[in-house]
């Protein structure tokens, strides 16, 4: 077994694994960054060290009004990579999924062109997609 944040963005729920989250937070004042990707909603301290901020909502291209910031949330994500945070619309839950019990796709699924989802595992009748990877968008798609 292993523990899933589940988080949505619109009507559509996503899964990413907890060991990958440092922390849930609220939306800070952003910092405006010039000329940075479209996903990249600015920049913020955390733990005295500046972490770019990136729109899931806008990543994924979905359509629509954002959603209260009060509502809104932001995880602090750490790989082998760096540090960023992901802005999401509203956190459901952390669970824990068995993972044989997430259905792979037949081939790789790219959601936007900064996250790689594993497969799909149902959730309280709902279809969650399972995020393998995030990373952040590469300076020359500014």
Aim: charged share 20%.
């Amino acid at each position: 077994m292993s523990d899933y944040i589940i988080f949505t963005i619109a009507r559509a729920h996503y899964a990413l694994n907890v060991s990958h989250i440092e922390r849930i937070d609220h939306i800070p004042l952003l910092t405006p960054i010039p000329n940075e990707h479209a996903y990249i909603d600015g920049m913020m301290m955390y733990q005295e060290q500046t972490l770019k901020v990136i729109n899931f909502r806008k990543m994924t291209h979905t359509c629509g009004a954002e959603p209260s910031l009060a509502s809104q949330k932001l995880l602090i994500y750490r790989d082998h990579k760096g540090s960023f945070a992901i802005k999401v619309d509203a956190i459901k839950d952390i669970t824990a999924f068995d993972e044989s019990s997430i259905k792979p796709y037949a081939h790789t699924v790219a959601v936007g062109e900064c996250v790689m989802t594993r497969g799909v595992v149902e959730y309280n009748k709902v279809l969650v997609v399972v995020i393998d990877t995030v990373e952040l968008p590469s300076d020359e798609a500014a």
